[in-house]
């Protein structure tokens, strides 16, 4: 597993606030930058500290089929995303920010 400082550069670099995070291909946590900043406030030296000890619960799953208003109001402010899992095996994550752009 990466560390906070490996994921935060991560995030930086593809421009994103929000990631699952696995073990294998299990969603076991999620990670926001937001609470990552707050962390390192408190504990400067979280950097070197593995993702796992500081994850939030996981992103939740949702069908694919979901109506976008239902869709909306499984996203929370708390976690601000969800999964859904495509035909193929491959797993999507849809933010609060790509439901604004699907309705705008």
């Known amino acids: ?3 906070v400082g490996e994921a935060l550069h991560k ?3 593809f421009k994103i606030s929000q990631m699952p995070v ?3 291909d299990d969603f076991v946590g999620s990670i926001t930058d937001a609470m990552l900043l707050a962390k390192m406030i408190e504990q400067p ?3 070197s500290v593995k993702v796992g000890e500081v994850m939030q619960e996981p992103l939740p799953f949702v069908a694919a089929d979901l109506p976008l208003a239902k869709l909306a109001a499984q996203i929370d402010k708390k976690l601000g995303a969800v999964l859904v899992r495509l035909e ?3 797993t999507q994550i849809i933010t609060s920010h790509d439901i604004i752009q699907a309705l705008a």
């Open 1 to 3: 597993q990466q560390t």
């Open 11 to 13: 995030m930086m670099h």
């Open 22 to 24: 696995t073990n294998g």
């Open 45 to 47: 030296d979280l950097r």
């Open 88 to 90: 193929g095996g491959q």
